[in-house]
């Protein structure tokens, strides 16, 4: 009986942990069937206008609980979340860039979207980059979200290396460690430490709730992450030929570097440098590749932002967005 009533008391606390939350974005939610056994969450917010559909990478849709609402105002938003990630199915293969861009595609003509604007980040770039190559008829414009990547451009100089980890100075050799007593902890972790603040509800679909109500194991698989990788391709600029709108997030100058991270050694102060370069260098190569591709393509750089650019410049990327969805009416 006393075992009994552990296991009751555990499953109740499980319950009273993870259980009562729900996610408040205003969304509507469904899912679609892209091929046999394989089905995609995709949300939807609602909003006048023309469609817009939000890609993410190792995110799922939820990454912009907070984003799209600030975009109904002048599109019909939606998301969808890639196989392999948080309520979408997980099936063994599919991977490729182009899986995902037919992915994606199914998911519009069963929305019955017609032109709209896709919006994608990080892994999101390129089911762009595909679609608006492969099937320049059925988009009405991209929106890159530090997403425009070329993985065959390579370093600018073989000859300089980045620097190891090593060289840099304590604050990035030792970052502090994450704070995963609860959702809420690790969210404010991610504040105080990188200058963004994830939907909670993003983080409950990337990670279990253990039963007291911590953080969990990270549930995307690394089969799923590998093969994600290995389906890479670089983007056929010159065959795009919708309008195209890239922000990029450039780091903070290394002036500001030098105080955030305060190097104590000579050294350490030039691996700061030469990180700082090479960053600045592969943004460089990466914007002009996209220029040289597509004719009359916006490009915007934000400073000091981070990766998931519409988490840390919110304001920025919002009014990039709705003047790219002007000139588009």
């Known amino acids: 009986m006393l075992a009994l009533l552990l296991v009751v008391s555990a499953a109740t606390m499980h319950g009273q942990a993870c259980a009562p ?5 205003a969304h509507k939610v469904q899912f679609v069937t892209v091929r046999d056994g394989v089905r995609l969450e995709v949300l939807d917010w609602g909003g006048s206008g023309r469609p817009v559909v939000l890609l993410a990478g190792y995110s799922t849709a939820h990454v912009y609980d907070e984003l799209a609402p ?14 392999g990630l948080g309520n979408s199915s997980k099936p063994p293969g599919g991977y490729t860039a182009q899986d995902s861009a037919e992915d994606v595609l199914q998911v ?4 019955k979207l017609e032109k709209p604007i896709l919006a994608g980040h990080s892994f999101g770039g390129q089911d762009l980059s595909v679609i608006g190559a492969m099937h320049p008829d059925r988009v009405g414009g991209l929106v890159y979200l530090d997403s425009a990547e070329d993985i065959s451009l390579g370093p600018v100089n073989k000859s300089v290396k ?3 980890q090593s060289q840099l100075p304590q604050a990035i050799r030792n970052p502090p460690q994450p704070d995963k007593t609860s959702f809420r902890a690790y969210r404010e972790w991610w504040r105080a430490n990188h200058g963004i603040i994830f939907p909670e ?21 690394q089969e799923v992450r590998d093969a994600m990788f290995a389906g890479l391709a670089s983007p056929d600029y010159a065959r795009v030929r919708a309008p195209v709108l890239a922000l990029f997030a450039l780091p903070a100058s290394l002036e ?16 700061l440098g030469l990180r700082y370069g090479l960053q600045l260098a592969w943004v460089a190569r990466n914007e002009d590749a996209l220029k040289r591709g597509v004719s009359g393509v916006r490009i915007v750089e934000l400073a000091d932002a981070n990766h998931y650019i519409f988490l840390s410049n919110e304001a920025d990327v919002l009014r990039e967005m709705h003047a790219f969805l002007a000139e588009l009416r």
């Open 70 to 83: 600030k975009l109904t105002d002048s599109a019909h938003v939606y998301g969808i979340t890639r196989r």
């Open 256 to 271: 500001d570097q030098m105080k955030r991270y305060k190097p104590q050694t000579p050294s350490e102060g030039a691996a």
């Open 108 to 111: 519009l003509d069963a929305l």
């Open 162 to 164: 980045e620097p190891e």
């Open 201 to 221: 509800a993003e983080l409950r679909q990337s990670y279990a709730c253990n039963p007291d109500g911590s953080v969990g194991q990270y549930l995307v698989s």
């Open 21 to 25: 939350w729900h996610d408040p974005s």
